[in-house]
């Protein structure tokens, strides 16, 4: 199944390079199409106050719950498109881009603390008529989705929880860096996002030269905004909040890490487990920071599994 995907995924960019005279935003353009169309996902966006945020969902409704993708810092919501492929014929699925990424708005003083974040995902689920739902996040989103499950507890099935940021008791290699002054997570001149997808994924997913090109433009291009939401998620003080914060949560979580994680230590994860009441792990050997994107059928089965033990379904 992997390797018609990749052949079809190659297929497209031979015919959209005949076609586009070597237009690489054209070949990106395409391969993107293709893997939400496969996932069974449309793009739209709506307007929420005076941001304007895109978002992925289903293609064709299901008659199911609603599932919440919730992706991490300098992501987008094409991070989710393999693990949707799982599920939605089975979940309405919304992968969202939160403010400040891909293509919502990104003013630079529109407030990106974990609480700033959890007001403007409220916002806009409200605006979706979303009342009630799955929740997955991954890294930032992932201590979103924690954040959110805590602060609105009955909207609120179940949620799940990919290498969270949010609590740092364990250091990691990520740290060092940072300390150091170098970021691997900011591209800011060529060949840095190659560097990032080697720091961040441990099984690296299969993805074209051109589409890496357009994908480290437009990284590049983010870099301001990077700045200023990195700087407001490691915001000094807030982590005993947090902590407390997530004592509160009501709903059955899962925490599903990659033991090869080198963003945030996978030891976390037992802190995560121990602060919430209803909670338990998963550990992925071999996998890295986005078992979303390493390790997708995988993941979206450990989910299933979940809802179904959670729910009794």
Same mark, same amino acid.
């Given at each position: 199944?992997?390797?018609?995907?990749?052949?079809?995924?190659i297929?497209?960019?031979?015919?959209t390079?005949?076609?586009s005279?070597?237009?690489?935003?054209?070949?990106? &353009?395409?391969?993107?199409?293709?893997?939400?169309?496969?996932a069974?996902?449309?793009?739209?966006?709506i307007?929420?106050?005076?941001?304007?945020?895109a978002? @992925?969902s289903?293609?064709?409704?299901?008659?199911?719950?609603?599932?919440?993708?919730?992706?991490?810092f300098?992501?987008?919501?094409?991070?989710?498109?393999?693990?949707?492929?799982?599920?939605?014929?089975?979940?309405?699925v919304y992968a969202?881009?939160?403010?400040?990424?891909g &293509?919502?708005?990104?003013?630079?003083d @529109?407030?990106?603390r974990?609480?700033?974040?959890?007001?403007?995902?409220?916002?806009?689920? &409200?605006a979706?008529?979303?009342?009630k739902?799955?929740?997955i996040?991954?890294?930032?989103?992932?201590?979103?989705t924690?954040?959110?499950?805590?602060?609105?507890?009955?909207?609120?099935?179940?949620?799940?929880l990919?290498d969270?940021?949010?609590?740092?008791?364990?250091?990691?290699?990520?740290?060092?860096? +940072?300390?150091?002054?170098?970021n691997?997570?900011?591209?800011?001149?060529?060949?840095d996002?190659?560097?990032? +997808? &080697?720091?961040?994924?441990e099984k690296?997913?299969?993805?074209?030269?051109?589409?890496y090109?357009v994908?480290?433009?437009k990284?590049?291009?983010n870099?301001d905004?990077n700045e +200023?939401?990195?700087d407001?998620?490691?915001?000094?003080?807030?982590?005993?909040?947090f902590?407390?914060a997530?004592?509160?949560?009501?709903?059955?979580? @899962?925490?599903?890490?990659?033991?090869?994680?080198?963003?945030?230590?996978?030891?976390?994860?037992?802190?995560f487990?121990?602060?919430?009441?209803?909670a338990?792990?998963?550990?992925?050997?071999?996998v890295?920071h986005a078992?979303? +994107?390493e390790?997708?059928?995988?993941?979206?089965r450990?989910f299933?599994?979940?809802?179904a033990?959670?729910?009794?379904?």
């Amino acid at each position: 199944m992997a390797q018609r995907s990749v052949l079809s995924i190659i297929a497209i960019l031979i015919i959209t390079l005949m076609i586009s005279a070597c237009s690489r935003q054209a070949l990106y &353009d395409n391969a993107i199409g293709w893997e939400r169309s496969s996932a069974g996902l449309e793009e739209s966006n709506i307007t929420v106050g005076e941001m304007t945020i895109a978002y @992925l969902s289903n293609a064709e409704p299901m008659d199911g719950d609603t599932l919440v993708l919730v992706h991490g810092f300098g992501a987008n919501k094409d991070n989710w498109t393999r693990l949707a492929r799982q599920l939605t014929g089975e979940f309405n699925v919304y992968a969202i881009d939160l403010p400040g990424h891909g &293509d919502s708005s990104k003013e630079l003083d @529109l407030g990106y603390r974990f609480e700033d974040q959890v007001g403007h995902l409220a916002r806009i689920l &409200d605006a979706l008529g979303i009342e009630k739902a799955h929740m997955i996040g991954n890294s930032m989103g992932g201590a979103i989705t924690a954040l959110y499950a805590a602060t609105y507890p009955e909207q609120i099935h179940t949620a799940v929880l990919f290498d969270p940021a949010g609590i740092f008791e364990y250091d990691s290699e990520l740290v060092g860096l +940072v300390m150091g002054g170098d970021n691997p997570l900011i591209p800011s001149k060529e060949g840095d996002f190659e560097r990032l +997808v &080697d720091f961040a994924l441990e099984k690296k997913p299969f993805v074209p030269w051109p589409i890496y090109d357009v994908m480290e433009e437009k990284a590049i291009a983010n870099r301001d905004v990077n700045e +200023v939401i990195f700087d407001a998620i490691r915001d000094t003080g807030y982590e005993d909040d947090f902590r407390n914060a997530i004592t509160r949560i009501q709903a059955p979580v @899962l925490v599903i890490w990659g033991m090869e994680d080198r963003v945030i230590n996978y030891r976390n994860a037992d802190v995560f487990v121990e602060r919430i009441p209803d909670a338990r792990k998963v550990l992925l050997e071999g996998v890295g920071h986005a078992p979303m +994107v390493e390790v997708p059928e995988e993941s979206a089965r450990l989910f299933r599994e979940f809802v179904a033990t959670a729910t009794g379904q």
